[in-house]
């Protein structure tokens, strides 16, 4: 736990200004870190959501494509595990979904 608590401070720190969105290897840590944050401090539900919106509102649907495809599902599965609802649909890319969810004004249900 102390290990982990490390990371994360260590995390926060580099993370303090966003990602350099044009810098994808970047763009890739900065997911991994904030997945291994939410999950630190079990954020849930409508909390998540508001992070999420937060941390990722800069991100266009060409960032997620250009991303690691499981550093993205990861994102995807931690989402949906801890209450965010990212729509699962086998015809769409996992980035539209992720996109979409940034972009609502109302969680949904």
């Known amino acids: 736990m102390a290990d982990l608590r490390k990371q994360v401070d260590k995390g926060q720190k580099k993370w303090r200004q966003e990602a350099d969105l044009t ?6 840590n900065y ?6 944050e939410y ?4 954020l849930i539900n409508v909390d ?8 990722f509102a800069d991100f266009i649907k060409a960032i997620f494509k250009a991303c690691n495809p499981t550093t993205i599902r990861n994102l995807r599965t931690l989402l949906r595990n801890q ?3 990212v729509k699962r649909n086998k015809r769409v890319t996992v980035t539209q979904p992720l996109y ?3 972009h609502k004004k109302d969680q949904t249900e």
């Open 23 to 28: 810098f994808i290897p970047d763009v890739n």
């Open 31 to 36: 997911i991994k870190f904030k997945v291994l």
């Open 39 to 42: 999950e630190y401090f079990k």
């Open 48 to 55: 998540l959501w508001e992070q999420y919106q937060e941390d």
């Open 83 to 85: 209450g965010v609802w």
């Open 100 to 102: 979409n969810t940034i």
